[in-house]
């Protein structure tokens, strides 16, 4: 930054300020706001802006103003699209001036207040560029001067630094929440599951040598209680884990249909992952389960008057897809002539699959898909 030509010892100590502002803990919207603030004192600028580009690098995705009442800024109604100027810089980001003479301005909306002098000077670490840093309209002179785009440029480079610093945050942030999930999955699976497994274990030899049948039930219950509750300690895990692409993966397409026909049913359905569902659903079978499970969830929603569902998708030897729900029971007319049972059943038999289609004792409907795993 060339602070060594400013010569006046606010006009520095302003910079200063707004380059120590950029190591605090105030959040990245304050500090550009504080920027902006200081770019139009520092320039006698009666507004000043300034435009964060989109990843894309085309245009803008936010832009903090300085100057405008809020009336004025209703009246606008939007943000800049970086047309005209504001496009010209984000492709060639050079400082200019002169906002009414240039040939690529494309004018203002309705309600924008009239501007003349123009500053815009790029805020960028390097050769990377985050922004744009603009002043207009300058006070007590016709255009701004060859002095004021050195001001303006050294506090772009302090606008600069700040978004990087931003963004360096949020990936550290991931990166330790990555890290996170990895710990929380390690320490479930090698300290809590052991710990239930061998408590269980150790209920269950107890079994013999107890004589009170009430008091068998009491521990039998225990170990089943403990069982279940292992089953959703390994689903935990699983869904700790991304996908091994990285792409969304069967749990994330399986609740993604459940949200879409949920607006049907009139209810959100109930959905539980057993088992590595990631790891060990082949993509062909993905494929055959996902129209499956939204043609079961389809049927639920125009025939059986359910007001609640309940989904497993469970892998041990086996892929089962398991669908409950508390309506009128199975329509044997339905079953023997429908379409997408028939579809259902079709895209068991291609993958070697079982499917059944029976009614519950106390009302409802089960559905069971169970598909062989390599």
Same mark, same amino acid.
């Given at each position: ?64 103003? /300085? ?8 009246? +606008? ?6 047309? %005209? ?25 309705? %309600? ?8 815009? /000077? ?159 659903? &082949? ?27 309940? +989904? ?51 009302? %409802? ?6 598909? &062989?795993? &390599?």
């Amino acid at each position: 930054m060339p602070y060594h030509r400013i010569g006046d010892p606010d006009q520095l100590q302003a910079l200063l300020d707004a380059v120590l502002l950029i190591e605090t803990d105030v959040e990245l919207p304050a500090v550009l706001r504080h920027i902006v603030e200081v770019a139009c004192s520092l320039v006698d600028a009666r507004y000043g802006a300034l435009g964060v580009i989109d990843e894309t690098g085309t245009s803008l995705s936010e832009f903090v103003t /300085v100057g405008f009442a809020q009336e004025t800024i209703d009246e +606008i109604g939007h943000l800049p699209e970086g047309a %005209g100027i504001l496009g010209l810089l984000i492709l060639d980001p050079n400082p200019m001036v002169d906002l009414s003479q240039h040939p690529d301005s494309a004018g203002f909306p309705a %309600g924008h207040p009239p501007m003349r002098s123009f500053l815009g /000077v790029p805020v960028k670490v390097g050769d990377r560029v985050f922004g744009n840093l603009y002043l207009t309209e300058k006070l007590g002179a016709a255009e701004f001067s060859e002095a004021d785009k050195e001001l303006i440029g050294a506090l772009a480079s302090a606008a600069g630094i700040a978004v990087e610093n931003a963004r360096l945050h949020v990936r550290v942030r991931s990166l330790t929440v990555a890290a996170d999930r990895e710990r929380i999955t390690r320490d479930l699976h090698d300290t809590v599951i052991e710990r239930l497994f061998t408590t269980g274990l150790t209920l269950q030899s107890s079994l013999p040598l107890i004589e009170n049948p009430e008091v068998v039930g009491r521990i039998e219950t225990a170990i089943s209680d403990l069982d279940d509750t292992i089953r959703q300690v390994r689903t935990t895990i699983f869904g700790l884990e991304p996908p091994p692409t990285g792409e969304r993966g069967v749990r994330a397409r399986v609740l993604e249909i459940c949200a879409e026909v949920s607006r049907s049913l009139g209810f959100e359905p109930e959905v539980r992952f057993v088992g590595p569902i990631e790891g060990r659903v &082949p993509d062909r079978t993905a494929t055959e389960l996902l129209p499956t499970l939204r043609e079961v969830l389809s049927n639920v929603a125009r025939h059986v008057q359910a007001s609640q569902a309940e +989904i497993e998708v469970s892998v041990r030897d086996d892929l089962h897809l398991r669908v409950l729900d508390d309506g009128v029971g199975t329509d044997p007319s339905h079953q023997s002539t429908g379409k997408g049972l028939a579809n259902m059943r079709q895209r068991a038999e291609a993958l070697g699959a079982s499917f059944r289609f029976l009614g519950r004792d106390g009302g %409802g409907t089960e559905v069971s898909w169970r598909v &062989p795993l &390599p």
